[in-house]
């Protein structure tokens, strides 16, 4: 949170009262993007992975950096967008911090986030038809 306080004074940036309190980090593939009900002053992760590892962030934070050390890799993401990172290989988050302004915010991760349809019956010409579907977070499907 100091970073996050140092940057937004630098930047000569208001008080925010639209602050997270909750956010969502959803894994697709290699993929890590976010999701929050407000403003996610910063990111901070700790990965581990395999030891051709890379990582490219997208360009939508105020700042991204990362250091790699072995087969873990330490980030920190500054005023992050809807996507952090894009890797080349497979990855577990060990250890994550995600702040507001102010605050810690209540964190979860979705991993494999796959969606499904499954085969509809008894078929698609009937007046009455059956679609099972999963969606990776609960949601309302029309």
Do not use: C
């Not at 630098?10 to 009900?37: F, G, H, W």
């Amino acid at each position: 949170m100091d970073v996050v306080g140092l940057v937004d004074q630098i930047l000569n940036m208001s008080v925010r009262s639209n602050n997270a309190t909750e956010a969502t980090i959803m894994k697709y593939e290699n993929t890590l993007s976010l999701q929050s009900n407000g403003f996610v002053g910063g990111v901070q992760m700790t990965l581990e992975h395999g030891s051709d590892f890379d990582l490219t962030f997208f360009e939508d934070a105020y700042m991204s950096k990362h250091n790699t050390v072995n087969n873990t890799t330490e980030l920190m993401i500054i005023h992050p967008g809807e996507n952090l990172f894009i890797a080349n290989d497979d990855f577990t988050i060990s250890e994550m911090i995600v702040v507001s302004s102010d605050d810690y915010v209540s964190t979860q991760i979705i991993e494999n986030m796959e969606y499904s349809i499954s085969s509809t019956y008894p078929n698609p010409f009937n007046p009455v038809t059956h679609i099972s579907y999963s969606v990776p977070v609960e949601s309302s499907v029309t």
